[in-house]
């Protein structure tokens, strides 16, 4: 009996996946490339450490890199950092040798 009664039950296969992938994608720093209109394009950077000042961050690329960006409130990604131009080497960089991020950490996504 305990058998059938366990068939009624929905199993779900990927319920202890989702709950690892969000403990280690949560220490990652993403960098992302969209593509807007013709040749333009928006570099978008996700997973500041929370000891970091989003504002302060997005003065000193928009100086360092001579472009624009924006801080953008996500609901489920929290604060996302838009620059204009494709900023994701020089980001990855920045990050690097400030010590905010380590190489392993940073994950680079687009063409």
Same mark, same amino acid.
């Given at each position: 009996?305990?058998? =059938?009664?366990?068939?009624? $039950?929905?199993?779900?296969?990927?319920?202890?996946?989702?709950? @690892?992938?969000? #403990?280690?994608?949560? @220490?990652?720093?993403?960098? &992302? =490339? #969209? #593509? &807007? @209109?013709? &040749?333009?394009? $928006?570099?978008?950077?996700?997973?500041?450490?929370?000891?970091?000042?989003?504002?302060?961050?997005?003065?000193?690329?928009?100086?360092?890199?001579?472009? @624009? /960006?924006?801080?953008?409130?996500?609901?489920?990604?929290?604060? $996302?950092? #838009?620059?204009?131009?494709?900023? &994701?080497?020089? =980001?990855?960089?920045?990050? $690097?040798?400030? /010590?905010?991020?380590?190489?392993?950490?940073?994950? =680079?996504? /687009?063409?």
């Amino acid at each position: 009996m305990s058998s =059938i009664e366990e068939l009624s $039950v929905p199993f779900d296969p990927f319920a202890d996946v989702e709950e @690892n992938k969000t #403990q280690l994608e949560s @220490n990652h720093v993403h960098l &992302r =490339i #969209q #593509q &807007r @209109n013709g &040749r333009k394009t $928006v570099t978008t950077f996700q997973g500041l450490p929370k000891a970091y000042d989003a504002k302060k961050i997005l003065k000193v690329f928009k100086k360092e890199f001579a472009c @624009n /960006g924006s801080i953008e409130e996500h609901e489920e990604l929290g604060q $996302v950092l #838009q620059l204009s131009g494709d900023q &994701r080497s020089k =980001i990855a960089e920045f990050l $690097v040798d400030e /010590g905010i991020a380590k190489k392993s950490e940073i994950k =680079i996504h /687009g063409f």
